[in-house]
């Protein structure tokens, strides 16, 4: 099994000819459910690694 995640920006989608949203942008991760804790405690290191710990978001 598989987790995938996907997300999106610079488009709305209502209007794919929008002169103001020229730049559609689509990336993905997918991570085997074996290496789910793995990759969690790598990701959580890079962003204690970037962040201050008192200047991480709350709800990041």
């Known amino acids: 099994m598989h987790f995938f995640y996907l997300d999106e920006a610079g488009c709305t989608g209502a209007d794919l000819n929008a002169v103001e949203q020229p730049i559609f942008v689509l990336g993905g991760v997918s991570v085997r459910d074996e290496g789910w804790v793995r990759t969690t405690e790598a990701f959580e290191r890079v962003v204690?690694?970037?962040?201050?710990?008192?200047?991480?978001?709350?709800?990041?």
Do not use: I, K, T
Not at 48 to 60: C, G, I, L
């Open 48 to 60: 204690s690694d970037y962040f201050q710990p008192e200047a991480v978001p709350p709800d990041f």
